[in-house]
């Protein structure tokens, strides 16, 4: 109840050079419970007033008069940069270039002209919700090191970037995105390209699979959780930069129940099945993988994709131990085998497929290269 009551005491400020609709949605916003709510349809006041309102969420449209949505996303970044404030943009526009060039300028999620009020209210409630787990991080961000805040900020980027391919985002896949967000604030060591290479990955494989649209949209926002169990790994050995030992090993293949136990028991379709994918993604065709050391089909479909996607990865990416291989060498490691890596690790059906649409992997590495 405390939560809910701080939840409807945030500040939230509309932005619509159209002032009939920004005083609708005010009115609507306050006779939902939310009082705190002051609407502005002159783009050109957007700085001062967000300095002087300090908002939680900005409601905002995209074309309007004197600046339109982008510019005052632009211009409102460097207010931005030391707290979370999410903005919900109001467009009429779903085309896919409108939805990635608001990413990219700082947009959180999105809103289509007419309104749908029941959606309206739950989208506004998640992000209010999100920006509320963001500021209790940040009361503690004493307690993160420097690297952890740049590995945070980037799979913030990463998994904003994931968003601008889909028009509208699903409640269940907000909840995601933002626990994922919340669990890897503390520690992470992968890099933003490698997990939007995974996503891109692991959807690409999938749909060669011929599994179905709505599937694959769970992928594509579960997979990047398949090593959130990381969090769990001591720095000594998560970033250690020379082999190791045999008791370490164990410790570090730890992250699998980790991430399992951190994602498990979720109402939400796509924590689920990230739960899935983190417990099983380094299980082995064969039988030799962990943590279980499941054999065959006995290894959930999810999690043979994403080992192999992970595989692929990790050869094109540089490594203490290893340079960066070129695509044609990763490919054949993984078809062929080199000792380390061998065609019976993974599902026979995957290989196949993988050999079919393997180009869209190189060009997916390419776009996304670190």
Known sequence: METESRIFESKILILDDDLAIGMMIEEFLKEAGYQMCRYISDSREAEQVFREFKPDLLILDIKMPHLDGFEVMERLKPLRQDSFVPILVLTAEAAEATCTKALSAGATDFLNKPMNATEALVRIRNLLEVRRLNAELESKKDLLEDKVKDRTTQLLQAIKEINAMHA???EAYIETIYRLTQA???KDAESAHHVRRVSLYTTTLAKACGIKDNMVELLLYASPMHDVGKIGIPDRILFKTESLKPDEWETMKRHTVIGHDLLANSKSPVLKL?????LNHHERWDGSGYPNGLKGKDIPMEARILALVDVYDALRSKRYYKPAFDHERACK?????DGRVSPAHF????LELFRSVQHKFDKIYEEYAE
Do not use: F, M
């Open 168 to 170: 509208q985002v699903k």
């Open 184 to 186: 890897t604030e503390y």
């Open 274 to 278: 990230g739960a899935l994918i983190a």
């Open 333 to 337: 490691i993984i078809l062929e085998g």
């Open 347 to 350: 599902d026979p059906q995957l």
